[in-house]
């Protein structure tokens, strides 16, 4: 086997290995959740570089390609959707928010109710 294949595999497997570490350690804190947001934004990242590098090797300037994959990037993340999500009015009931002279005045949530 040549060293360029071998020392491939032993990075993906030290990569692998530290994946494995981390999802046990989220699992004994009891934080799975907090394993997947992470891996998700890592995936996106590196993700999004290699659309990146696709698009500069395609021929697009090195601003345009960052632009556009920062675009496709909040499109398609949740913390973009959320950006997205909060220009847009729920389904179902509109709150009566009035207009005091002339500031907009919405009617206070509660997030977090007891």
């Known amino acids: ?22 999802y046990c350690l989220s699992l004994i804190m009891g934080c799975v959740d907090l394993f997947q947001a992470m891996l998700g934004k890592i995936g996106f990242s590196l993700g999004g570089r290699a659309f990146t590098l696709c698009l ?24 973009g959707a959320s950006s997205i999500g909060n220009f847009m009015m729920p389904t179902g009931e509109v709150p009566k ?18």
């Open 1 to 22: 086997m040549s060293p360029r294949i071998s020392n491939s595999l032993v990075l993906i497997s030290r990569v692998f290995s530290v994946l494995a570490i981390c």
């Open 56 to 79: 500069i090797k395609v021929g697009c300037s090195g601003g345009l390609a960052l632009a556009i994959a920062f675009f496709v990037q909040e499109i398609l993340t949740a913390d």
């Open 97 to 114: 928010a009035t207009f005091a002279g002339k500031r907009w005045v919405a009617p206070a949530v509660n997030l977090y109710p007891s």
